[in-house]
């Protein structure tokens, strides 16, 4: 497979729902075209469905919770900044180590927001991307120093969510 000869940093943000499932469907598109894809999952230690599907992937995708249980309606522990630390040192890794033709860093927005980890670790990471690999952001939150550098950024807007009448996340479509 030929690698790409040059890459991009996408930010896909903003208060809608649908941000890690575009990044999602990218990997897809991505395996389909048969790039190897890295997806670093910040603050979601819980299970969801996407995770079964891309083990069906493997080993075109590796995907690696690098957060504990959800922690967005409190304060983060310490064990919450130590695994956001090491699992972006581990995304570097995979970013810079020649294996993988698209990086995703799910939720590292919110991170940022959430200050286990600092704009400035984020940004640092952004300057080491080879020139050939596509980088992903997630989350909300995104700052306005990550939509400076990126070369792309989609902002998702809610508009109607049925949230908001009580509909908790459905397996399969939100989880």
Avoid: W
């Avoid at 790409?4 to 208060?15: A, E, P, W």
């Avoid at 790039?35 to 230690?45: A, R, T």
């Avoid at 590796?62 to 130590?82: Q, R, S, T």
């Avoid at 998702?156 to 949230?163: Q, V």
């Amino acid at each position: 497979m030929k690698k790409q000869s040059k890459g991009y940093v996408q930010v896909y943000t903003g208060n809608g729902k649908g941000k890690s499932t575009a990044s999602f469907g990218l990997a897809l598109r991505a395996v389909g075209a048969g790039y190897k894809v890295f997806i670093g999952q910040f603050l979601k230690g819980q299970d969801y469905s996407e995770l079964k599907s891309f083990e069906l992937l493997a080993p075109n995708v590796e995907v690696v919770k690098l957060g504990g249980e959800c922690f967005i309606f409190g304060e983060p522990a310490e064990e919450d900044y130590v695994m956001a630390k090491e699992g972006l040192a581990l995304c570097e890794q995979k970013l810079t180590s020649g294996e993988f033709d698209i990086v995703i860093l799910d939720e590292i927005n919110v991170a940022l927001y959430f200050k286990v980890l600092t704009e400035e670790d984020l940004l640092s990471l952004i300057d080491k991307k080879p020139e050939n690999v596509e980088l992903i952001l997630t989350g909300r939150y995104a700052s306005e120093k990550i939509i400076e550098r990126a070369d792309l950024v989609t902002e998702m807007k809610e508009i109607k969510h049925y949230y908001n009448i009580g509909v908790d996340a459905r397996v399969g479509i939100e989880s």
